[in-house]
């Protein structure tokens, strides 16, 4: 007998991940990874999509027939209720009318969403937070993103932009944020964030670091955090200083949203945490901890993410039940 599948596609600005999930067992039967293409009309990119899926399910060993639902994950916000893809840099999309392209392109209803969100949503229900209510997300990688799931549910808010905890304001007139703004979590918890330091403390103050000598053919800015993780775990001073104040920073960043949402359980995801969460996690642990209000430490539950590159493609392929 056939068995259901559902199907995640997590769009990036590189990469494009493609999953098969057993529906009943939640096994993921099969994977894909491609070159996100570039220069293509959104009809075209749609077309790619659905022959990424047809792939990935013929490598799982089921069919068109076997899928209950298709979701696709994208670095922006989605408005859930006309499926517009908001604004993504990453992909150089804007007020995308994306849903009616896609279904198209598949013959099959989509559910589209935010990456983080998707990221979160496969956290909270199989992975770091599962068999907690309330789970709230911190996905450090090139940016700072974060998703709600309360109640097992998604909370997406006014046009799909309720999460962005990576432009809350931790400093006010604070360094300046990839958004135009002054102070924002992101701008000193994030990829991004951490080149824009080294540049200026190792290239303008010349500032000793191993991180010049570990960069291959990267530059500062997009630095792999495997290299980051190295250079940490070496002691440089630098990277150690630079990494420790955004864990410190994140720390007020998850205070604020204990203050706000009071989640069951706090995720930290992305590929920075992925790489040095272990080191980087009781740094946030301490600062958050300074900055509760009405809770004690026992009541945060700060967990690391569990999937990996897999989450956003597994929340995406969840979206049906969000
Ligand atoms: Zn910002």
Not at 107 to 125: F, H, K, M, Q, S
């Amino acid at each position: 007998m056939a068995t259901p599948v559902k199907i995640g596609i997590d769009v990036g600005g590189t990469k494009v991940f493609t999953l098969v999930l057993d529906a009943a067992t939640r096994k993921i039967l099969a994977r894909t990874k491609a070159d996100t293409p570039a220069g293509l009309k959104f009809d075209e990119f749609a077309a790619f999509l659905a022959a990424q899926a047809a792939q990935t399910l013929a490598e799982a060993g089921s069919s068109a027939a076997d899928v209950q639902h298709i979701g696709v994950a994208v670095p922006s916000s989605v408005d859930p209720a006309t499926g517009v893809i908001l604004h993504s840099p990453a992909l150089g999309w804007k007020n995308l009318p994306a849903r009616t392209p896609l279904e198209k392109a598949f013959g099959r209803p989509v559910l589209l969403d935010n990456d983080v969100n998707c990221g979160v949503l496969a956290e909270a229900r199989l992975g770091a937070g599962r068999g907690s209510a309330s789970v709230v997300g911190f996905f450090v990688g090139t940016g700072l993103g974060g998703g709600i799931v309360m109640d097992g549910k998604l909370i997406r808010g006014l046009r799909g932009s309720a999460g962005e905890f990576g432009h809350t304001v931790v400093r006010s007139n604070g360094r300046k944020c990839g958004c135009g703004k002054r102070g924002c979590l992101e701008a000193y918890c994030s990829k991004t964030a951490f080149g824009r330091r080294f540049e200026r403390l190792i290239e303008k103050r010349g500032m000793k670091s191993c991180l010049p000598e570990l960069l291959k053919d990267e530059t500062f800015r997009n630095v792999r955090s495997k290299v980051l993780a190295k250079a940490y775990r070496r002691g440089d001073p630098v990277v150690c200083n630079v990494l420790d104040k955004g864990a410190d920073m994140l720390g007020i960043g998850v205070a604020n949203v204990m203050a706000t949402l009071a989640p069951a359980c706090v995720v930290l995801g992305g590929g920075v945490m992925e790489a040095l969460g272990t080191d980087l996690l009781p740094f946030v642990r301490r600062s958050a901890e300074a900055h509760l209000f009405g809770l004690g430490p026992k009541d945060l539950n700060l967990k690391l993410a569990e999937f990996g590159d897999d989450a956003v493609a597994l929340g995406a392929a969840l979206l049906d039940e969000a």
